[in-house]
């Protein structure tokens, strides 16, 4: 099912920018889609990006042209570029596969916020 360890957050201003990142380990994670999601305080999680094995990528209209996904086969990782950073944007990001099934990671805490 895999693990996901992710990394990154922080408390920014608006208009900034973070970088996520998210180490995987017990799956063959160049052969998965992997998603970025988001849980705002109150709100479900849902999910804000996906990339696919082959690098084809997918985001949700809230942060198209403000965020991007990547990913590095060789060290097993995803990533999420996020800039022009607005408060909306806060909340717990994780990373995982598309599955509907399988365990979350701890996720990392985005604070938007002057």
């Known amino acids: ?12 201003q608006p208009g900034g920018s973070l970088r996520l990142s998210c180490a995987t380990s017990g799956i ?11 849980q705002a305080p109150g709100k479900q999680r849902e999910l804000v990006a ?4 082959s690098s084809g990528a997918y985001y949700a209209d809230s942060v198209k042209g403000r965020f991007t996904i990547s990913r590095d086969n060789a060290k097993k990782s995803v990533f999420l570029q996020m800039n022009s950073l607005k ?23 985005v604070t938007v916020s002057s």
């Not at 996901?4 to 957050?9: A, D, H, K, Q, R």
């Not at 996906?50 to 094995?53: A, F, H, N, T």
């Not at 994780?94 to 701890?106: D, E, M, R, V």
């Open 50 to 53: 996906r990339i696919s094995s």
């Open 1 to 12: 099912q895999g693990q996901f360890v992710e990394s990154g957050g922080g408390l920014v």
């Open 87 to 109: 408060p909306e944007d806060t909340g717990v990001y994780y990373c995982k596969t598309l599955s509907p099934t399988g365990s979350w990671g701890q996720g990392t805490q």
């Open 28 to 38: 063959a994670f160049s052969m998965y889609a992997m998603g970025w999601y988001r």
